[in-house]
């Protein structure tokens, strides 16, 4: 449930977790995708949480 995604931003170790613990290449692939949103706060590489709750909720339409 994208409940479960309740900050703005995530950085790569927490959203990889949200995503069933991903692979660190997997995230970078789905970021080079376009399906997950990366911004850069001081050098810090993070994932919005609107990009993750919107991915989670693609994979979930896709299994009805």
Do not use: H
């Amino acid at each position: 449930s994208t409940q479960m995604i309740d900050q703005p931003l995530y950085d790569l170790p927490d959203a990889a977790v949200k995503l069933g613990n991903c692979s660190r290449s997997t995230l970078y692939r789905l970021i080079e995708q376009g399906k997950l949103v990366r911004v850069k706060l001081g050098g810090k590489a993070l994932v919005t949480g609107k990009s993750l709750a919107e991915y989670v909720e693609e994979l979930m339409g896709m299994e009805q």
